[in-house]
């Protein structure tokens, strides 16, 4: 049934098995139709010639002789009141010697016979003819009169053909179309001239190639902003080490070496940075959900940056109910909280402050700092990938905004910047409790 996979001739057997039901439906009310109607009209010849004889009254000699011909189906009997037969047109048939006025049906040596017979002055005629007779003759007319449908049987299939060629042809286009392309042409197909039930499957085509040039826009430029974000720190790996190969002294040899270790240590959170943003990507395969309690990972993630905050002279606060309790990916609800507090601890002001809120509704985590803040005119771009304000700082990645946007998009939440009571900028991220599905 491989054929049963092509559209066009699911379309004509369809076609054809509805036509082929409506034409037996109609050849056989027409046969039956036209069956009785020639019954009634042999009936009415019956009629018509008894009534004829009757008006008559005697039947000439050349009559009898043309009423005696063996070649003619009708048999004429004629009696008188008290049943005497006076006249018969051929005496070879046995037909009864009484008969039924009007339409009857007779059986006579195990035929069936059709007879009318009528009364007029001193005498019954009576007309018969066989039943098969009259029967094959009026199937004879129905099979005629349904006989043309059998005609046009093979002129409709082609018709047919060509009509689902016709209604095809807008998908064997657009199959043309979709074939010809290459890996690179995801401009939209045309959707003109398209019958109304293919209209929607093209938008729904075009809407997926309008999502595939963005993500392999988004590509693109990811790979091209990362080659140029890491030739940076390369770049400078290079001359440090360069710089500890030429540094005559010990002293100098020491420096070196401690540039080089913090340069290797740019690179390396750069590159993790990238493997995070890269994670939680659309598109990307989703984690299997967790549960999770959202107060312990702020928690956690404030620990792993105490170092940082004692160096800076920062203080850190969390401000969390008991518990806040969720379903989501821990590694990446973990580098989202990371690199909201690492943003704040960055571009916070130095003896300042950094607290984190964590509520249940939602749930909610709420990054406040005593920092310059961000403009609402720029608030805007800083969720684009390495974009960094101009604050005088070299050791951010202009990663971290983005990868928390992701995290957080990821888990069917949002993030949203204001102003913090602290003096610098709030950031808000309000989650769901399960992660959303992404789209491959």
Do not use: C
């Amino acid at each position: 049934m491989r054929f049963w996979r092509s559209l066009r001739w699911r379309l004509l057997l369809s076609l054809l098995a509805v036509l082929s039901a409506a034409a037996v439906i109609v050849a056989g009310l027409t046969y039956r139709a036209v069956l009785a109607d020639t019954e009634a009209l042999f009936d009415y010849q019956l009629q018509q010639m008894a009534l004829s004889l009757r008006d008559q009254g005697a039947i000439a000699p050349d009559q009898a002789r043309a009423l005696a011909d063996q070649r003619l189906d009708f048999v004429v009997q004629i009696w008188t009141e008290d049943g005497r037969s006076i006249y018969a047109s051929q005496l070879q048939q046995a037909l009864p010697e009484k008969a039924v006025l009007g339409l009857a049906d007779i059986a006579v040596g195990g035929e069936i016979w059709r007879s009318f017979a009528v009364a007029s002055a001193g005498r019954v005629i009576q007309v018969a003819q066989p039943e098969r007779i009259r029967r094959g003759r009026a199937a004879q007319a129905a099979l005629r009169s349904v006989a043309p449908l059998a005609w046009l049987a093979l002129p409709l299939v082609a018709l047919l053909w060509w009509l689902v060629d016709l209604l095809t042809a807008p998908l064997q286009r657009l199959a043309r179309d979709v074939g010809r392309r290459d890996a690179t042409a995801l401009s939209p197909l045309p959707e003109a001239e398209l019958p109304d039930e293919v209209r929607p499957l093209v938008a729904a085509l075009n809407a997926l190639l309008a999502r595939l040039d963005e993500g392999m826009s988004t590509q693109r430029a990811f790979v091209a902003d990362a080659a140029h974000e890491l030739r940076s720190p390369l770049t400078a790996l290079k001359l440090q080490l360069r710089a500890l190969k030429d540094a005559p002294a010990e002293a100098e040899r020491g420096a070196a070496i401690q540039a080089l270790g913090e340069g290797i240590d740019r690179a390396a959170r750069l590159v993790e940075q990238l493997l995070a943003l890269a994670r939680n990507e659309p598109g990307s395969p989703p984690p299997e959900p967790q549960a999770l309690d959202l107060a312990e990972l702020a928690g956690e993630a404030l620990a792993d940056l105490w170092p940082q905050a004692q160096a800076r002279h920062v203080t850190l606060a969390l401000e969390a109910e008991q518990a806040v309790p969720m379903r989501g990916d821990r590694a990446a609800l973990s580098a989202l909280v990371r690199n909201l507090a690492d943003n704040a601890l960055r571009y916070g002001r130095e003896g300042g402050q950094v607290r984190l809120q964590v509520s249940a509704d939602g749930p909610r985590l709420t990054v406040d700092d005593d920092g310059p803040g961000i403009p609402p005119a720029e608030r805007e771009r800083v969720f684009d990938r390495f974009w960094r304000r101009d604050s005088g700082r070299a050791d951010g990645t202009g990663l971290g905004l983005a990868i928390a946007q992701a995290v957080a998009q990821r888990h069917g939440g949002q993030i949203t910047l204001g102003d913090s009571p602290l003096g610098g900028l709030r950031v808000q991220v309000r989650l769901s409790t399960g992660p959303r599905p992404t789209a491959s």
